[in-house]
């Protein structure tokens, strides 16, 4: 077996671009962690994100050869990963309806209440969203893609973009606040 630490990142992708399976199983494993973390965010469970890291990672070494090596690698197994994730949660998205929240003034929320939340905390906050508003806070707040990237990817208006990033952020005040309320 190959040992990882021996390998320079562009001596694993140019093994990958000529096909080496032990090869393509070592950049898998070095890249899997990071993967699965952009995997996590865009779908409903764990087995959805394995789901898509594994697609993901599939189209990866049958796309290889397109990679420029000028790129930061990470970046486009990102780019590769979060497409591949979207694409999976845009069969559902089209069918879910969306929940509606109680209308309620922005409230801020004390330092108090954040300071206190790790990144665990935060991921199970954004599970309380409604699958489409999770997304997008997702691929807006933490990817940094545009309302109209966002449009485009999920094909729908990017009006519809704003509107449900402003009711995921409504509803994240609103659960703040409760829990704001409950210390």
């Not at 780019?79 to 994730?85: K, S, Y």
Request: glycine share 4%.
């Amino acid at each position: 077996m190959l040992k990882p630490k021996s390998i320079t990142e562009s001596e694993l992708i140019s093994q990958c671009k000529k096909g080496s399976i032990r090869y393509q199983e070592v950049l898998y494993k070095q890249y899997y962690g990071y993967a699965m973390g952009i995997g996590l965010r865009y779908s409903i469970n764990r087995d959805d994100a394995l789901e898509a890291v594994n697609d993901a990672f599939i189209k990866v070494f049958n796309a290889i050869h397109t990679y420029s090596e000028d790129k930061p690698f990470k970046a486009w197994l990102r780019t590769v990963v979060v497409n591949t994730a979207i694409d999976q949660r845009r069969k559902g998205l089209k069918f879910m309806m969306n929940t509606d929240i109680d209308e309620a003034p922005p409230i801020g929320q004390h330092a108090s209440v954040v300071g206190k939340m790790n990144a665990e905390d935060i991921l199970k906050l954004l599970d309380e969203l409604p699958a489409i508003q999770s997304t997008i806070f997702n691929l807006y707040e933490i990817d940094g893609y545009s309302h109209e990237e966002i449009g485009n990817m999920l094909d729908i208006p990017v009006s519809s973009s704003r509107v449900y990033l402003s009711r995921a952020k409504e509803k994240l005040r609103k659960i703040l606040s409760t829990e704001e309320q409950e210390l």
